[in-house]
């Protein structure tokens, strides 16, 4: 049992800089640009679209090379899902700045985002045990990923769907939460 825990969370030789890490890199550094057109106009959303598609790639490639050419690691399992929640925030701040976005949901993704962080650096200096992501946790993503490209093109008419979509992704994302606190504690319990 002990050798199984060790065997998926030892930081392998890998080097930092592989490809999957860079695409990793690529998605931390596109908050910027987003960030920064979403603040100076609206007539920027098909841009700002398209660098969020190209990050949305970079998450969906990053894994599958590092299973593809060997280059899974520990540095590789931590900057995947901070590039996430990075791009994420940064993009859901620009829109509350343009109160194109309500101020509770993005507390509550961000709050939801700071607690797994949180947990997962307290579970990786405890245990040793680095959390890798569920398919729930996946889920709620893409539905805050939806909220954000229906709050870039919202219209009056699209205002129920966007109601809608704001719920459903609330659902996802308080069981995608109550989901990680479970394994949490049940990782903390284990010796």
């Excluded at 993503?141 to 704001?166: A, K, N, P």
């Amino acid at each position: 049992m002990k050798t199984k825990k060790l065997q998926q969370n030892v930081v392998t030789s890998i080097p930092v800089w592989t490809i999957s890490n860079g695409l990793s890199f690529i998605r931390l550094l596109l908050v910027i640009p987003v960030f920064l057109l979403l603040l100076d106009a609206p007539s920027n959303r098909w841009f700002v679209l398209s660098l969020g598609f190209v990050a949305y790639l970079s998450d969906l490639s990053d894994g599958f090379v590092a299973r593809k050419f060997g280059q899974e690691s520990g540095f590789g399992r931590i900057i995947d899902p901070l590039a996430d929640k990075v791009f994420i925030a940064g993009t859901i701040i620009a829109l509350l700045l343009q109160h194109l976005i309500p101020l509770w949901f993005v507390l509550i993704v961000i709050g939801r985002d700071a607690l797994i962080f949180i947990g997962g650096v307290y579970l990786q200096r405890k245990k040793s045990i680095l959390i890798q992501s569920n398919l729930m946790g996946k889920i709620a993503v893409v539905s805050v990923g939806l909220i954000l490209v229906l709050s870039l093109f919202r219209t009056s008419v699209q205002e129920t769907l966007y109601s809608m979509m704001l719920i459903l992704s609330l659902g996802f994302l308080a069981a995608s939460l109550y989901m990680y606190i479970e394994r949490f504690f049940k990782l903390l319990r284990k010796g």
